[in-house]
């Protein structure tokens, strides 16, 4: 049975997207912890991160430095930060998060519902943000 991501990934279900090569994806988090909130999914679907390839596991790490400029760019927070933590889907992904302090962290503080208005605005930011580093977004 695929994972929700894999349903995502495949049109399935509805995503933000932010980011998409021939190895990863980003789109928002539907429960984010703050705004702009992205996850880096690979395609493949591996439910544990060590389970990766090296080279997916660097480039999954490139994606999320370059989404993590973009949300520096857009939202201003005083850092990004990255969990890989996997509990809750079984297919690897790295949450990067904007974040002004270590509460930007804690899961149990992700919104319930979001307007999803709010996360393809956001999305289309990013996007842009993205684009005006000088990266492609494959989108």
Not at 19 to 44: M, Q, R, T, Y
Not at 69 to 95: D, K, N, Y
Not at 100 to 114: C, K, N, P, W, Y
Request: aromatic share 6%; hydrophobic share 45%; with cysteine.
């Amino acid at each position: 049975m695929s994972s929700v991501f894999t349903k995502i990934i495949n049109g399935e279900l509805p995503g933000h997207f932010v980011w998409e090569d021939d190895i990863c994806v980003s789109f928002l988090s539907i429960n984010p912890i703050s705004n702009g909130h992205a996850l880096v999914v690979p395609k493949s679907e591996v439910d544990h991160w060590l389970d990766l390839p090296a080279h997916v596991n660097s480039h999954l790490i490139k994606v999320g430095q370059i989404i993590g400029q973009a949300q520096m760019a857009v939202f201003r927070p005083l850092r990004i930060g990255m969990i890989i933590a996997g509990l809750e889907v079984p297919h690897t992904h790295l949450h990067i998060i904007p974040m002004d302090g270590m509460q930007d962290l804690d899961f149990s503080r992700a919104a319930e519902t979001v307007r999803q208005s709010s996360l393809a605005a956001f999305a289309e930011d990013l996007k842009n943000a993205v684009q005006a580093n000088g990266n492609i977004t494959g989108i």
